[in-house]
């Protein structure tokens, strides 16, 4: 196992800082041994001061806004280099702090954030940065694309690595400068994409990494230096950002939660359903924000889903997240394996009827934070297992009566709008129910979001998008210059 090595600097304006008082550092444990493993810094009102100082002044005077967009995408091309040559790295350190397995973690959180930064490139590369228009009275108004500003970028801990590029390569490449806060259980990826930053030659303060709490994220929101934040996290936090954001008139994106439901047509194959939903739903041990957590099934299907769901949940391996043949791993802290718990009890309470899985730790894997594979049979929508996000491997099977409408009416009724599939052996009836979903991704006998496609929430799944270049517009302010023709 790759050795996972305790940091004491923040990375602000360009140099590596010690913390501006002396504080309690943020212990990094790993979820399979519940052992402390590294420390990492934690930063105060202070350093965030510090941190957007240096974001402000890069901003207001340095070279980095003033680049043209090719000169960016340059240097956004060596970050991609120094991204890919510490891939594996990259990998080892988010499964030692949050308990990705090790072969998964390959792809989402190191592979995928390098071919995000790919991808965010291409689309740079044709993005229309000035627009000429002819106007209704002579002359022309000259459109253009203006970074947003001073970006504040808040991480959670699930798929740290694909969070951060999401939001820090557009930013970056619009002419913004960041802030990133990376969630206080996974601080030491974040000081190595600061690394990363470094070794790329990006001038100083552009990019300022400083792990940190809640307090924090709340100080970094709240700083006047900011002009916009792009969240990602739980929808309670995000309502609570959202609202000084609102008061400040800060420009804000909120990725949040969801409660994405599997709709099973009639026609489905209901093995290959199961399989698919083995992926969809299982993903990162179920800590996914658009897993599919509700499966909805005509009633007449229901016990036979079921049972290729409790096949599923038999066949998927689960341990040591080190271990290359383990398809699960632990949950990433004593906090969210107590919430996950609790879930099942209020499942069981509800009369829903177990049929896979448990609050019981599976055998010889009590030490870290394990939850079995857990489904839930014969639910109702309205349960609290139903309705709520439980972000762990609990997967509730809800009966419907009635035809494809009735099954889009029950996906429809959620707080939630961010994911989604439909199962069915018809892609265009596939497409037609998917297109009928009040959510922003929705897969056809598959789920998994796309890097080239906009990604994001509808309800109280958050506002705005990442990926695609519908995530570029998320960091920039349209001027409009219009001039008179006056020799007319
Ligand atoms: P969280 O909201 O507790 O924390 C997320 C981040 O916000 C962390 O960095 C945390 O330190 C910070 N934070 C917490 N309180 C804050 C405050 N008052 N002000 C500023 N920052 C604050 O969420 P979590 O438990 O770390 O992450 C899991 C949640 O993230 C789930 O609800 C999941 O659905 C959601 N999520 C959403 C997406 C998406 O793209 N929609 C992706 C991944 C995760």
């Not at 253009?144 to 999401?166: C, D, E, F, S």
Request: glycine share 10%; proline share 7%.
């Amino acid at each position: 196992m790759t050795e996972v090595i305790s940091r004491d600097q923040l990375y602000i304006g360009g140099r590596w800082v010690a913390q501006a008082e002396p504080g309690k550092p943020l212990d990094v444990v790993s979820p399979h041994t519940g052992q402390i493993i590294a420390t990492a810094p934690a930063a105060s009102p202070t350093d965030v001061d510090r941190a957007v100082t240096a974001a402000r002044e890069a901003f207001d005077r340095g070279p980095w806004p003033r680049l043209t967009p090719a000169e960016r995408i340059a240097a956004v091309r060596r970050i991609s280099v120094e991204y890919g040559n510490r891939r594996k790295d990259m990998a080892a350190l988010v499964t030692a702090q949050m308990g990705t397995p090790i072969k998964m973690s390959q792809l989402m959180q190191s592979d995928a954030p390098r071919s995000l930064i790919d991808a965010t490139i291409s689309f740079a590369e044709a993005f229309p940065w000035e627009d000429v228009r002819p106007t209704a009275y002579g002359g022309e108004s000259l459109v253009r694309a203006h970074a947003v500003g001073v970006v504040a970028a808040i991480i959670p801990w699930n798929v740290p690595q694909v969070i951060t590029i999401a939001k820090v390569i557009p930013a970056l490449l619009a002419g913004c400068t960041v802030v990133i806060k990376p969630a206080p259980e996974t601080p030491l990826d974040a000081l190595l994409f600061a690394d990363i930053i470094e070794a790329a030659g990006l001038p100083e303060g552009v990019v300022n990494v400083i792990p940190g709490g809640p307090e924090t994220g709340d100080a970094l929101v709240r700083h006047p230096g900011v002009d916009k934040v792009t969240f990602t996290g739980s929808t309670a936090t995000g309502r609570r950002i959202g609202a000084i954001c609102g008061e400040q008139l800060k420009r804000c994106s909120l990725e949040l939660g969801g409660k994405s439901a599997a709709i099973v047509l009639d026609d489905a194959d209901l093995g290959a359903t199961a399989q698919g939903l083995r992926f969809a739903s299982f993903i990162n041990t179920g800590q996914a924000c658009a897993a599919q957590t509700r499966v909805l099934v005509p009633r007449a299907l229901h016990d036979d889903l079921v049972s290729a769901l409790q096949d599923v949940a038999g066949q998927m391996t689960q341990g040591d997240p080190m271990d290359r043949g383990n398809e699960l791993g632990p949950l990433v802290s004593a906090r969210q394996k107590d919430k996950v718990v609790s879930y099942i009890d209020i499942g069981l309470q509800e009369g829903a009827r177990l049929v896979a899985g448990g609050a019981a730790p599976p055998e010889g894997l009590s030490a870290g934070w394990y939850v079995p594979p857990t489904v839930f049979a014969n639910a109702t929508n309205d349960m609290r297992i139903a309705r709520e996000e439980i972000f762990g491997p609990v997967l509730t099977v809800i009966p419907y009566d009635g035809g494809d409408d009735a099954g889009i009416d029950m996906a429809n009724d959620s707080p939630y709008g961010l994911g989604g599939s439909v199962w069915t052996a018809d892609r265009s009836r596939g497409i037609s129910v998917a297109s009928q979903v009040r959510t922003g991704t929705i897969g056809v006998n598959f789920y998994g979001p796309d890097f080239a496609a906009p990604f994001g929430g509808f309800k109280d799944s958050g506002i705005g998008r990442e990926y695609g270049p519908e995530g570029l517009h998320e960091f920039i302010e349209l001027q409009s210059i219009t001039t008179l023709d006056t020799t007319k």
